[in-house]
């Protein structure tokens, strides 16, 4: 009889502690945002106040600092910071680095491209540091506007940036040099490269025109080309539904990638590359030929459509980040059952982790993984992440995560 009693309590004691560990983890998942950055970010709302703020673009200096791009002009304790600023590594404002931005009307930044030669920034914006610019512009580190000046023009809005070693890569709204959507600038000089000619057209056309330009917000430099989506259905003369890979040699030549997109608003906001698998996850507000919407995965040498991976996100997808076995997904949700940052399995049939639940209350523009410490930074026009007042700017730690799902995997991977 005692030895039954005993069996019985430690199964007791087993069944405990494996509730606890459940329990544990589910708390574990539905996380809430670091403490820090909190910076309560703030922009006029039009009628002499302020509302929150809007964060469009992330990205990480070589020193693993953060800078912070989008449309705001000051802290919630008034310390003024006009459309960019930088965090330090525990996630604290940068008292170091300040630069005004500023238009005649509404100033935004939209993007942010960085490699150990200095920061650029892209959007709508007239002047940087009290220098003339026009949408486009180069800071060094320490916050001083570069002498490196296109002449891109006024009215013309900029929406990503890639760069490489020689050129800087323009995407937007573009008509300046007959442009339309794509320009190259020399690094250097900033002169346009005439020779890299690759106007987008909403319209297939013999003849590129202003009026039928198509628009260019996503830009990816790989090793080899340029991957560049946006609004469009033609590309340096070439028949292409929004997405395509272009040459960064002259003449342009545009490449075979040619996924099935094939109804909808037919937008490409977002790219995530997976080199190993020879993947390319392309996001956006679209269908496809086989009935994904708005995010699919596909090869990204022809751009087959992999049709056993269907995450299925209920509205525009503007930011994706790859971290391992994982696809974290940002974008604007219209569904009760999805919320605006999404985490979404590798592996097919492309699983939504519904157990995972970051809870930001509006969409998210701007995603940036950092492998080394395993944390999420998010950006976009929330106010609240979960419970907590984020302002357009929230940072996840992802380590418990990552241990809790494993797979295989090294950490951090």
């Known amino acids: 009889m005692k030895t039954s009693i005993s069996a019985f309590r430690r199964f007791l004691r087993i069944a405990s502690l494996a509730f606890l560990l459940l329990t544990c983890s589910t708390v574990a998942l539905a996380q809430r945002p670091d403490m820090f950055p909190d910076l309560g970010l703030l922009r006029p709302d039009g009628a002499g106040g302020t509302t929150s703020g809007v964060v469009h673009a992330l990205a990480s200096q070589p020193d693993g600092k953060l800078l912070v791009a989008g449309e705001f ?19 604290s404002l940068d008292p170091t ?3 005004s931005i500023t ?22 914006f007239t002047h940087v540091g009290g220098q003339p610019r026009n949408g486009v512009a180069k800071i060094g580190f320490d916050g001083q506007v570069a002498d490196w000046s296109p002449a891109l023009g006024s009215g013309n809005d900029v929406f990503a940036l890639a760069l490489d070693a020689t050129h800087v890569y323009v995407g937007g709204d573009i008509t300046t040099a007959d442009a339309f959507g794509l320009a190259r600038l020399e690094r250097a000089s900033g002169d346009f490269d005439l020779d890299f000619y690759v106007p987008t057209q909403i319209f297939t056309a013999t003849t590129p025109s202003a009026g039928n330009r198509g628009r260019v917000t996503a830009l990816l430099r790989t090793d080899t080309d ?36 094939s109804s909808g608003a037919l937008d490409v906001a977002a790219f995530a590359l997976d080199a190993e698998s020879n993947a390319l996850y392309v996001g956006g507000e679209f269908y496809s030929s086989g009935s994904q919407n708005h995010l699919v995965r596909t090869n990204a040498t022809t751009g087959a459509l992999d049709v056993s991976w269907i995450p299925q996100p209920a509205g525009k997808v503007y930011a994706l980040a790859l971290a391992g076995r994982q696809l974290y997904v940002g974008g604007n949700f219209l569904s009760a059952t999805q919320q605006h940052l999404m985490r979404v399995a590798v592996a097919s049939p ?37 419970v907590d007042a ?7 730690s992802m380590a418990g995560a990552q241990l809790l799902f494993r797979d295989g995997l090294e950490a951090g991977q």
């Open 103 to 124: 238009s005649g009307s509404r100033a935004v930044v939209r993007a942010i491209a960085v490699d150990a030669d200095g920061i650029f920034i892209g959007g709508a």
């Open 226 to 261: 340029l991957i560049v989506g946006g609004y469009f259905r033609q590309i340096a003369g070439v028949e292409r539904k929004s997405v395509a890979r272009v040459s960064v040699t002259t003449p342009v030549v545009v490449g075979a990638y040619n996924p099935p997109i």
């Open 390 to 396: 984020r302002n357009g700017l929230a940072r996840y």
């Open 73 to 91: 002009t000051q802290t919630r304790d008034g310390v003024v910071r006009t459309h960019l600023l930088r965090l330090n590594g525990n996630g």
């Open 97 to 99: 680095f300040s630069v």
């Open 350 to 386: 492309g699983a939504i982790d519904a157990s995972w639940q970051p809870l930001p209350d509006a969409m998210v523009r701007s995603l940036l993984y950092e492998r080394g410490a395993l944390r999420l930074h998010v950006g976009g026009a929330f106010v609240y992440a979960d």
